[in-house]
């Protein structure tokens, strides 16, 4: 299993490369290999990855937040031995981190 942490830092918290393989996506007609992960805690994102693995060899995994990032790199350290998972490519596309607004900036 091969996973790809994608943070967005361009514009709409998009990078050039999540663009890219959107693009791709579209032009292959695959978008239902697109998971949003704001819809699963952790481990439920986790369990999803797991059944959607197999029939799909690449799947984007959008708005991840750190612990689901982190429960999926868990789960592909537990399964690295696994032949079936040896092919599929996750690509996992951070939360946009909102701006903090220091103290007295909108004074």
């Not at 708005?63 to 696994?82: F, G, H, K, M, P």
């Not at 490519?89 to 909108?106: R, W």
Request: glycine content about 8%; overall charge negative.
């Amino acid at each position: 299993m091969h996973v790809q942490v994608i943070t967005g830092d361009g514009p709409n918290g998009e990078t050039f490369r999540l663009r890219h393989i959107k693009g791709l996506q579209d032009w292959l007609g695959e978008t239902a290999k697109t998971v949003h992960a704001e819809a699963y805690g952790a481990a439920g994102l986790v369990e999803i990855l797991e059944v959607r693995a197999v029939n799909e060899r690449e799947i984007l995994v959008l708005d991840c937040s750190r612990e689901q990032i982190q429960a999926v790199l868990e789960w592909q350290s537990a399964t690295d031995e696994v032949i079936e998972l040896e092919d599929l490519v996750l690509h996992l596309v951070k939360q946009k981190q909102s701006p903090e607004i220091t103290a007295g900036e909108n004074r």
